[in-house]
């Protein structure tokens, strides 16, 4: 039984560039979220998906979108990038958007220079 | 904010010793919940305690929570080399419907064999 898989595990991008991040959920989940989270720091909410639908937002510019397929795959997209948005970004699935533990993947470390 | 505090932000023993480590948080909780980071990976759920209990065991782990004084500790006995790693409290709010766990800055336990 797979896990949650995210790609790619690393990425070297430029500032003004866009990106865009992939997360298969652990087989049998329909919720997915996801973190950013930076050198030192806990992770930190960017949103959370269902039914293909934005169902939360944390404190996150316009700058950051997403979007849930319907086989529960997952995408998020950052514009414009800074410096400041290198991180590691983790995607996490969960049985449902209520009180289930969260499956976190590897996440996909990013890096713009 | 809903966001746990974890305390110490570093925690250094030797193998066999007893790690402790403590979550405050500010506001009421459905449950509180404490995953593992190992060095550049995802996080990984330990436990989840819910508001109206005191105490949880999982192998070497005991977690407690007191809602009154709005703190959480998780114990882990007999530590091991293994067990080095960040450890994060993750507490939440419902707003809407969606729990969202929120993550402190997490604990850094390095265990010396």
């Known amino acids: 039984d797979a896990g949650v898989t995210q790609s790619p595990t690393h990425l070297i991008k430029t500032r003004g560039q866009q990106v865009t991040l992939r997360c298969s959920p652990k087989?049998?989940?329909?919720?997915v979220s996801w973190y950013q989270q930076a050198l030192g720091q806990g992770p930190q909410f960017i949103f959370q998906?269902?039914?293909?639908?934005?169902?939360q937002r944390g404190n996150f510019p316009d700058r950051f979108s997403g979007h849930q397929f319907p086989n529960y795959s997952s995408e998020l997209n950052v514009n414009a990038l800074l410096l400041g948005d290198s991180a590691l970004y983790l995607c996490?699935?969960?049985?449902?958007?209520?009180?289930?533990?969260?499956?976190f993947g590897n996440g996909t470390r990013l890096t713009v220079t | 904010s809903q966001q746990g505090e974890e305390d110490p932000q570093a925690l250094s023993i030797q193998e066999g010793e007893n790690a402790t480590m403590n979550c405050s948080y500010k506001?009421?909780?459905?449950?509180l919940q404490w995953y593992r980071q190992n060095s550049g990976r995802g996080l990984v759920h330990l436990i989840l305690?819910?508001?109206?209990?005191r105490e949880k065991h999982s192998g070497r782990l005991r977690v407690t929570l007191d809602t009154s004084k709005k703190s959480s500790s998780l114990l882990i006995t007999a530590s091991r080399a293994a067990d080095t790693a960040s450890y994060f409290c993750?507490?939440?709010?419902?707003?809407?419907?969606?729990?969202?766990?929120?993550f402190g800055r997490g604990t850094s336990l390095i265990v010396h064999p």
């Open positions: 996490a699935s969960s049985l449902d958007r209520y009180n289930s533990p969260l499956h």
């Open positions: 087989s049998g989940h329909d919720t």
């Open positions: 998906y269902y039914e293909e639908e934005e169902r």
């Open positions: 506001t009421s909780i459905n449950n």
């Open positions: 305690i819910r508001s109206n209990e």
């Open positions: 993750a507490t939440g709010s419902a707003p809407g419907g969606s729990y969202i766990p929120t």
